[in-house]
């Protein structure tokens, strides 16, 4: 079992930047691969970054590709969402989200929710215009 904790949301300007934090219970925490999905309001919930479990390969939506950087910190069980440029677009709950993977199988299809076994309760970001 995993439990995630998500914090770092809160209000900015557009054009600024806001730095989350999702930490992580349990041993195998390194086995995992990671994702930060996003549901705006009256919108379905979306693939936001994914990081494998040596953070060696990462994978970003078109709509943050640049301005987002995901990282994880294996020693510190916890997974970062360095969100820069935010736009009013950005403004969602955001979700951390973790996946088991044994067979390598699943981490292909990082960017569908379905493929996560565990989710965190999420963290309200808001971008003002």
């Known amino acids: 079992q995993v439990q995630l904790v998500e914090s770092g949301g809160g209000l900015v300007q557009a054009g600024g930047s806001l730095r989350l934090s999702c930490a992580a219970s349990?041993?195998?925490?390194?086995?995992?691969?990671m994702g930060w999905f996003r549901q705006a309001p009256g919108k379905e919930r979306e693939f936001v970054a994914s990081?494998?479990?040596?953070?060696?390969?990462?994978y970003y939506a078109d709509s943050v590709k640049g301005r987002f950087t995901i990282s994880r910190d294996n020693a510190k069980n916890t997974v970062y969402l360095q969100m820069n440029s935010l736009k009013p677009e950005d403004t969602a709950v955001y979700y951390c989200?973790?996946?088991?993977?044994?067979?390598?199988?699943?981490?292909?299809?990082?960017?569908?929710?379905?493929?996560?076994?565990?989710w965190g309760q999420g963290t309200q970001v808001t971008v003002s215009s």
């Open positions: 990081i494998m479990w040596n953070g060696g390969n990462t």
């Open positions: 349990g041993r195998t925490f390194s086995t995992y691969f």
């Open positions: 989200a973790a996946a088991r993977d044994p067979a390598g199988v699943r981490r292909q299809y990082y960017y569908r929710d379905s493929s996560y076994d565990y």
